[in-house]
Structures are given as C-alpha cells and as structure tokens.
C-alpha cells in the first residue's frame, strides 16, 4: 500500500542563528573593509638602515721644511737621466775641487743612488758599507794597547787626511749651486728608496744636524774588542749614530774641520737658525 505524500518538515533553525548570521557577514564585512582601508593608508614600514661612512680624505702631503731654490741658472746643462748622471755629476764635482783626489777616494758608479742610501743611514746604527760613495780608508784601526787599556791612536786620525782635505777644497756656496741644479735625481733616487711622500732636502738637513750633534770627546778615546772589530769602551759613544762614530773616528780636529763644513752648507739648504753645538769644539 503506497503510503500518502506528506510534506516533509523543514528542521527550525533557532532564532538565535538568524540573528548571529547577519552579525557574522557584517563583521567579516567590516573586517574585510578596515583591512583593505588600513593597508591602503599605511604602507609598509620602512627599515632604517646606518648610514655609510663618509669617504675618508686622503691626508695631505707632509709640508716640505727647507725647500730648495728653483735651478735658475741657464747656463747650466739639462739633467740627464739618474741612470746616466754618473758622469755629468762627476765632472761638477771635479771642477769644484781636486781632480785627482776626488778620483782616488770617489767610487764612481751609481753616485746619486749611492749618495742618498748613504745620507739615509748615517743616522742609523749601520751603514751599507757596499753602497758608500766613497772608497774604505786605506789600512786599518791604529790603536795603543798598554795592558788591558786599548785607545785610538793619534796616527789613526791621519788616516782620514785625504779625505778632509777633500771636503775643504769646496767651495761651499758652489757646491750647495750644483746639489740644487742636480737636486730632481736626488729626490727621485729617495722616492726610489721607499720615500714616495718625502722630501730628501728635509732629511739631509736631520743627517746633517746629526753629525753636528756629535761630542767631542776629552782625552784619549777608549776601546774594547769582544769581537773582530774594535767597539767604544764608553756606551754613551758607541750608541751614537753611524754617522757620529766617523766623525769619532777621525779625531777631534779632523771632526771639527768636517763640522764647519758641514754648517756652511747647512746655512746655504736650510731655513732657520743652525742647531747649538752640543759641545765645544
């Protein structure tokens, strides 16, 4: 028997859904608006990053103290090349003084090189024995031995005669002329020598000062010998400079002929008062 159609009985909702649902669509409405609103008025934050360092300036170059005189003499030739100034340099310096002597103690080859390795190490405690410009003093260390005692003799510092002799030949004024004219090689030979940002004419002016601050020792000059080679009894004088124990070694009188020298051509290079001697002559 085919039972009767009936209608079917829809389920009730609850009365309390008819009013969440409304709250539930505007909400995600609101939601929805707010988002789109807020993304729209705020963008996204901005980081903040340091800022970079300003470029640091390159630090001037050192001023130059003594600056030398512009070569405004004409007549003079133009410069050769440093490595062709062997010959020309010498021929300046045997008109400015003797020929034959200058070629006896004067080591020919690499002469503006040579003369600013040198210059550079006198202040030093060592020289570059190969790298002198001039030739060694002929024989050895002369010395007074009387017991245990050792002292230079006076016969040592005759030795160094030629060479003082030299020196004093020159006119000064005439050879602080031909160092200015060939001054360009000196200063290329320092930039060479690992000086790229100094000024040679400076540093001669301190060699200089050096040598002039050597002591005049009183009395006989004592020695010791540890090794091979003679030292300096006293440690004062054999911590002074390799510049200063030359000087020793020629004597006081000999030493005293160089320092004038060595003054006079300290006026003609430099600007401003010559250092006070440290002791009497």
Wanted: proline letters at 13%; zero cysteines; hydrophobic letters at 40%.
């Amino acid at each position: 028997m085919i039972p009767e159609w009936q209608p079917i009985e829809e389920p009730k909702i609850p009365k309390a859904v008819w009013y969440v649902v409304p709250v539930v669509i505007l909400g995600a409405g609101l939601g929805g608006y707010l988002y789109y609103t807020k993304s729209k008025a705020e963008p996204p934050p901005v980081v903040k990053t340091a800022p970079l360092p300003a470029p640091v300036a390159e630090p001037p170059p050192p001023a130059i103290a003594h600056p030398i005189p512009e070569d405004g003499d004409a007549a003079q030739p133009a410069l050769p090349p440093l490595t062709e100034s062997d010959g020309p340099l010498h021929d300046s310096l045997a008109k400015l003084t003797n020929a034959k002597s200058l070629d006896q103690l004067l080591v020919p080859e690499n002469l503006v090189r040579n003369i600013v390795v040198t210059v550079d190490n006198l202040p030093r405690s060592k020289t570059a024995v190969e790298r002198r410009p001039v030739k060694p003093t002929p024989g050895g260390a002369l010395v007074i031995t009387s017991g245990d005692e050792i002292t230079l003799s006076e016969e040592n510092y005759a030795r160094y005669a030629p060479f003082v002799s030299l020196v004093q030949s020159a006119d000064s004024k005439q050879l602080a002329g031909m160092y200015f004219h060939y001054y360009p090689l000196f200063q290329d030979a320092y930039e060479d020598l690992g000086y790229p940002d100094k000024y040679f004419n400076d540093r001669l002016v301190e060699v200089i000062d050096n040598l002039l601050a050597t002591p005049t020792p009183k009395g006989p000059v004592k020695l010791t010998q540890p090794r091979v080679f003679y030292e300096y009894a006293d440690p004062a004088l054999e911590g002074l400079s390799a510049g200063q124990k030359v000087l020793l070694r020629m004597g006081n009188a000999n030493a005293a002929l160089m320092k004038k020298k060595l003054r006079e051509f300290r006026a003609l290079i430099a600007k401003g008062p010559q250092p006070e001697a440290t002791t009497p002559e």
